[in-house]
């Protein structure tokens, strides 16, 4: 089932043009992941699926009756305000107790309830942005950059997460990301933006495109790990990265 189809989107802010014809669809339970440099439109184009901004042309379909839930890029909490875990997730939404206690425990978070929220790790802070966006129970989870501040195992914890969500709930999930090597295999497609898509696809078919190299070049984690691992299925031996990359470019 289809959840959301864009079409034509483009939108200016002032006269930078930050996105152009813009085009893409989510269907249920599927985890599509965007990529591209910074300033490339990505948090424009899920403000504008939230609603939060609006497009100068281009239409975005809903389905009908379709819940969404949004984790924002950035948070800033002021230290000084004694809040906790519990009662941010009862914000703006008075919540009871029991279906707080369930959003913790579904992002591997239970036991935070009580903690000021300016005392958590960013891990579990991330965690406790997703359980609020979990609370309304999601057909749909937009998530921008979700583990900007967490090191690499906190990240990787943090996407399993967020794929234990989708099979948990059903939950399509449409995310920015940044950590090209972990979202090129957790994810069912990747569309590369720089303003317009450059390309789509497959993580696979992405990380070969010439425009997806031109943007990040070869020598990235993601790309080397997936060359490698597609040398290594179809030949069993193994090359250097450099060769591996001239290799297989165009072959998929
Ligand atoms: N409110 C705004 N007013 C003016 N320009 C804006 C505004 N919001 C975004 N822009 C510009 O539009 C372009 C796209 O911004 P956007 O935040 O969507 O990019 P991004 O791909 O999410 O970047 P990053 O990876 O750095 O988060 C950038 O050049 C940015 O400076």
């Known amino acids: 089932m289809r959840l959301v189809t864009i079409n034509g989107l483009s939108v200016k802010h002032g006269n930078h043009q930050a996105l152009a014809n813009v085009g893409l669809t989510v269907d249920k339970g599927e985890i599509v992941t965007i990529v591209g440099p910074n300033g490339s439109g990505k948090s424009t184009l899920l403000r504008c699926i939230i609603g939060a901004m609006t497009p100068d042309s281009g239409t975005i379909l809903k389905a009908a009756g379709m819940r969404i839930g949004y984790v924002p890029q950035k948070l800033a909490i002021d230290a000084t305000m004694p809040l906790t875990a519990a009662r941010f997730l009862s914000l703006p939404k008075r919540r009871d107790a029991a279906h707080i206690n369930e959003a913790l425990q579904q992002v591997g978070a239970d ?109 990235t984690h993601g790309a080397l790990a997936l060359y490698r691992h597609e040398h290594d299925h179809h030949h069993h031996h193994d090359h250097d990265d450099a060769h591996d990359c001239g290799h297989d470019h165009g072959s998929h």
């Open 111 to 219: 036991g935070l309830q009580d903690r000021p929220m300016a005392g958590l790790s960013g891990g579990q802070f991330q965690r406790v942005l997703l359980a609020r966006a979990l609370m309304d129970k999601p057909d749909l989870l937009i998530l921008d950059e979700p583990t900007t501040g967490l090191d690499q195992p906190g990240s990787a914890d943090l996407y399993t997460q967020i794929e234990h969500v989708r099979r948990d709930t059903g939950a399509a999930i449409l995310m920015v990301s940044h950590e090209l090597h972990v979202v090129m295999s957790a994810s069912d497609r990747v569309v590369c933006l720089n303003g317009h898509v450059c390309c789509h696809g497959t993580p696979e078919i992405v990380a070969s495109a010439p425009e997806y190299r031109a943007l990040f070049g070869t020598g």
